[in-house]
């Protein structure tokens, strides 16, 4: 098993947002945006401890930004396929004012406020042609939890070679009352962020996955 630093890996996941213009878009200068996430250095630190290097399917841990910080549009068009130039989109069938309504599933207790981090996520390949409903039951069987859309973002923001053809994922934990199920796959070229039923499988889509606990801001 390949031995990583997470402090390394934390510090390449806070400059990348800050080469991509979070601040910017956040309304703060580079030094308040730096400010504003340090207090979750040692938390990775701490929680990412004996986890293996990062690889295309799972890594250790991701530092999360959310709708308070950055709209998710914002944010899916600085994403990128591994290697390429066009921007991440949002599937024409998901509407922006749809966007709100999809919130994180009471399950994850995900922590309130602009960022936190998110341990040892998988994209999820092995739920490939499962439908979310029975990706579930095998997920929580796991003690692991589903992503949202905030959590599916970061992953292919810090590793765009996490979305791969034939290696795209649901992202379960955002819900919003009906049977839609957000989800991350590749069109034309770049990411794109749709939608799918919760009882339809597909070959193409896993469900990505995590360790239950998030770690916020104090």
């Known amino acids: 098993m390949t031995v990583f630093d997470p402090a390394t890996e934390f510090d390449r996941q806070l400059d990348g947002l800050i080469r991509l213009g979070y601040p910017e878009l956040a309304g703060l200068t ?8 340090a207090p979750l250095r040692d938390a990775a630190v701490s929680g990412a401890a004996g986890l293996p290097a990062p690889t295309e399917a799972r890594v250790p841990f991701l530092l999360v930004t959310t709708r308070d910080l950055v709209p998710v549009p914002e944010r899916l ?10 921007p991440g989109f949002l599937d024409r069938n998901f509407p922006l004012d749809d966007l709100p309504r999809f919130d994180p599933i009471k399950e994850l207790e995900a922590p309130a406020g602009p960022a936190y981090l998110l341990f040892d996520v998988d994209r999820g390949e092995e739920f490939r042609n499962l439908a979310p409903a029975a990706a579930m039951e095998q997920i ?5 939890l589903p992503l949202t859309i905030d959590e599916g973002i970061a992953f292919i923001t810090h590793f765009p070679a996490a979305l791969a053809s034939n290696r795209c994922f649901s ?3 955002s819900r919003c009352g009906d049977k839609r199920v957000p ?3 590749i069109s034309q070229g770049a990411p794109k962020l749709g ?4 009882g339809n499988p597909h070959t193409w889509l896993g469900s990505a996955t995590a ?3 998030r770690v916020g801001l104090k």
């Open 30 to 37: 580079e030094t308040a945006f730096r400010d504003l996430v």
């Open 77 to 86: 068009a600085l994403t990128t396929l591994a290697g390429k130039r066009k």
């Open 140 to 144: 929580t069987a796991q003690d692991r």
């Open 171 to 173: 992202l379960v934990g």
């Open 183 to 185: 989800a991350l796959w």
């Open 195 to 198: 939608w799918c039923w919760y």
């Open 211 to 213: 360790r239950p606990e």
